[in-house]
T-cell receptor, first 113, second 114 residues
Framework: QKEVEQDPGPLSVPEGAIVSLNCTYS??????FMWYRQYSRKGPELLMY????GNKEDGRFTAQVDKSSKYISLFIRDSQPSDSATYLC?????????????FGSGTQLTVLP | EPEVTQTPSHQVTQMGQEVILRCVPI?????FYWYRQILGQKVEFLVS????????KSEIFDDQFSVERPDGSNFTLKIRSTKLEDSAMYFC????????????FGSGTRLTVV
């Protein structure tokens, strides 16, 4: 079983739609959860990171973590063509342990004007 | 906004040659990393570096790889004898202290081994 699973898509939505991106994980030691956006041939850009279960909102983006189900989500409201990119979830163990990020495979999103 | 700078953006090398990929992390960050992404695959951890030594490395980071912080600003990844399967995007990243898990990645170096 892969440590982090993410639906690769591609996902195509019309402008203004609500987008839901998801990852599941198997390692209960993961405690920090991040979402990165990656444009073609560029480095990952941090969008949000969360520690606890629950929701965290930042503008049009909401990150949701359910540790009991080992499931995380990223919601994008009022999606824009500029949101078209690959979205990567990434996870990290507890403070003081491994600092290496474990990434999902990424979901390719296209927002159509 | 502070950024991680990587050079070159693209490097083509012959199999068996040595390459050095260069990075300038964010100046007040303490942890430095190299990740790689083979085309169409996941971003994979290679190595982390803290306090002038390797703190963790993955199975990928074998004896052909080495890292160095030769001065106060640069962080390098050396591949001694490149193989075709080393072709990938190599990303440098840095992060701050224990309360900051928001790694900042550079734009990457595309390494092509021919």
């Amino acid at each position: 079983q892969k440590e982090v699973e993410q639906d690769p898509g591609p996902l195509s939505v019309p402008e203004g739609a609500i987008v839901s991106l998801n990852c599941t994980y198997s390692n209960s030691a993961f405690q920090y959860f991040m979402w990165y956006r990656q444009y073609s041939r560029k480095g990952p850009e941090l969008l949000m990171y969360t520690y606890s279960s629950g929701n965290k909102e930042d503008g049009r983006f909401t990150a949701q973590v359910d540790k009991s189900s080992k499931y995380i989500s990223l919601f994008i409201r009022d999606s824009q063509p500029s949101d078209s990119a690959t979205y990567l979830c990434a996870m990290l163990g507890p403070s003081g342990s491994a600092r290496q990020l474990t990434f999902g495979s990424g979901t390719q999103l296209t927002v159509l004007p | 906004e502070p950024e991680v700078t990587q050079t070159p953006s693209h490097q083509v090398t012959q199999m068996g040659q040595e390459v050095i990929l260069r990075c300038v992390p964010i100046s007040n960050h303490l942890y430095f990393y190299w990740y790689r992404q083979i085309l169409g695959q996941k971003v994979e951890f290679l190595v982390s570096f803290y306090n002038n030594e390797i703190s963790e490395k993955s199975e990928i980071f074998d004896d052909q790889f080495s890292v160095e912080r030769p001065d106060g600003s640069n962080f390098t990844l050396k591949i001694r004898s490149t193989k075709l399967e080393d072709s990938a995007m190599y990303f440098c990243a840095s992060s701050g202290g224990t309360i900051n898990y928001g790694y900042t990645f550079g734009s990457g170096t595309r390494l092509t081994v021919v």
